[in-house]
């Protein structure tokens, strides 16, 4: 896969479709490589006439890892100190700004899922002219009383995983049945080849633990995202106990005429089922 220098790190990226086609960014949430957006999604999108990037957001996966800097102080995080959170959601948006730079993409329709959602609002507010529309998928506004997770789901979030190859593939199988599709069948098989991928190809814990502490650091975006111009489309699942439906709901209420899609039964994943309606939805919110 090839690498663009942004914001002064490496980025690795892979495209699907026709580079003269129109421009579609990716965002993958905490702790995923851009393997977790589904070669299959990514083609799909490819033949409804987009060129798709997806692409590792620092500190995952194959980009620039920041092994330098010191621990996050997750319970000072957590009471307000945000000063040994070594980057910001902003820088990551930086980064996605400077992706597009380096493939000479001007503005890019974004579709971010989590974390990622978090980081594609904050793309639409610093970088408007970047963003040709907006797809928030199972995120929020960064506004603490809303969004919340589950006390089980947040225990198994700021739970380490293991260092073992097995036992980490067995630890997310448990990760993706407490925070998955309740609505859906679990696909075991699907959960332990993704997380076997995952970790043949970058093992990185640290890496989690730093985007994690830039979520926490950053600030509520529900007022700026009333700037934001660009046709707007919010996903949320009913059933995700990880970020709380009032989380796509406050995002949805805080940019003027955004559309939301609620959808019964999806958790904090894409299942299978889901995925022709999720595609047909961000190509009609696209106009495309």
């Given at each position: 896969m090839p690498t663009a220098r942004s914001n002064g790190i490496e980025i690795e990226y892979e495209t699907f479709g026709e580079r003269g086609a129109t421009p579609l960014l990716l965002v993958m949430g905490l702790g995923g490589q851009l393997i977790a957006w589904d070669s299959e999604i990514c083609e799909q999108l490819a033949e409804r006439g987009y060129f798709v990037v997806r692409f590792d957001?620092?500190?995952?996966?194959?980009?620039?890892?920041?092994?330098?800097?010191?621990?996050?102080?997750?319970?000072?995080?957590?009471?307000?100190?945000?000063?040994?959170?070594?980057?910001?959601?902003?820088?990551?948006?930086?980064?996605?700004?400077?992706?597009?730079?380096?493939?000479?993409?001007?503005?890019?329709?974004?579709?971010?899922?989590?974390?990622?959602?978090?980081?594609?609002?904050?793309?639409?507010?610093?970088?408007?002219?970047?963003?040709?529309?907006?797809?928030?998928?199972?995120?929020?506004?960064g506004d603490p009383s809303v969004g919340r997770p589950s006390e089980k789901a947040l225990e198994i979030l700021v739970t380490p995983p293991p260092s073992g190859r097995d036992e980490f593939i067995a630890h997310e199988?448990?990760?993706?049945?407490?925070?998955?599709?309740?609505g859906f069948p679990f696909d075991d098989d699907r959960i332990r080849r993704r997380a076997a991928a995952a970790f043949d190809r970058s093992f990185c814990p640290e890496g989690v633990g730093r985007q994690f502490a830039a979520i926490v650091a950053s600030p509520d975006r529900t007022a700026r995202l009333g700037e934001v111009a660009v046709p707007t489309l919010v996903i949320h699942g009913d059933g995700d106990v990880l970020v709380n439906p009032s989380g796509g709901r406050a995002t949805a209420a805080a940019i003027a005429h955004a559309d939301l899609l609620m959808i019964e039964g999806m958790g904090h994943d894409l299942p299978v089922e889901v995925w022709h309606q999720v595609i047909d939805a961000i190509v009609k919110n696209a106009g495309h």
């Open positions: 957001n620092r500190d995952v996966g194959l980009s620039t890892k920041f092994e330098q800097a010191p621990a996050p102080n997750l319970a000072a995080l957590l009471g307000g100190d945000t000063s040994s959170a070594p980057y910001f959601l902003s820088d990551m948006a930086d980064d996605a700004a400077g992706l597009l730079d380096a493939l000479h993409v001007h503005a890019a329709h974004v579709v971010g899922v989590s974390m990622g959602g978090m980081i594609a609002q904050q793309l639409t507010i610093d970088h408007p002219d970047r963003v040709l529309s907006l797809c928030s998928i199972m995120s929020t506004t199988v448990e990760v993706w049945r407490t925070i998955g599709s309740p």
